[in-house]
Every structure is written in C-alpha cells, then in structure tokens.
C-alpha cells in the first residue's frame, strides 16, 4: 500500500512539473515583422496597428531602429495588420494566422497614402 501511495505521488510530481511549462506559454503565439519604405529599407519609428479579423480589440506599436516590430503573447487566431509613417500607409494585410508556440513574420511596405475625392 505505501509503495502505491509513493507512485502515485511520482506521477502526481511528474504531471504538475510537465504542465508548469505549458501554462506559461499560455497558448500564445507571436506576430512580428519590419516595415520597409519604398527603397526597401527598414522605417524605424512606425507605427504599426493590429487588430482581430474581425476588427476587435486594436493594438498599436512602434519600430524598433531596424524598422522590426513584435506583438508577442497573442492567442491562436487571425489578425489584420498595417503600418504608417509621416504620411506614408502600408496596405492592411489581413487573416494572418498566429500559430501557438511560434512567431509569424509579415512585410509592410509604406507607401504615399491614398487621397479620397475631394
């Protein structure tokens, strides 16, 4: 009987020390990327907005000095994302699927934005 009792809490230990490093990540995954400008060179100090496909829940950052830009700790799904800079617009891109566990990378590359009719 105790050696029962002593298995069973090995298992219990082993279980609970396996599932602490899944509960850390969360599910979560990473949405990350560099804005270009026209030459194809990285725009530091864009700003870059992401939001659900669906349009919810909006979120805003700004390029790193290599024009990189992270959105870490998202949960599966898919996500719209575009970037601006002094008058410059990318075009949105949108679905991208954020996988758990791993980063997906996009390219935005600004260009003059669109004039509506006056």
């Known amino acids: 009987m105790v050696a029962m009792k002593k298995s069973a809490l090995a ?6 020390a396996f599932a602490a490093p899944a509960q850390e990540t969360g599910g979560m995954g ?16 864009a700003t870059v907005t992401m939001q659900s496909a669906t349009g919810g829940n909006p979120h805003a950052t ?10 870490p700790e998202l ?19 949108h679905i991208i699927e954020v996988n758990v566990g791993k980063q997906t990378d996009v390219e935005l590359q600004l260009k003059p934005a669109q004039k509506g009719p006056s």
């Open 11 to 16: 298992l219990l230990l082993l279980m609970v």
């Open 30 to 45: 990473t949405l990350a990327g560099v804005v270009l400008n026209a030459q194809r060179k990285p725009v530091a100090g």
């Open 62 to 71: 700004k390029t790193n000095s290599q024009g990189r830009f992270f959105f």
């Open 75 to 93: 949960v599966h799904g898919y996500y719209d994302v575009r970037a601006t800079h002094d008058g410059l617009v990318s075009e949105w891109k």
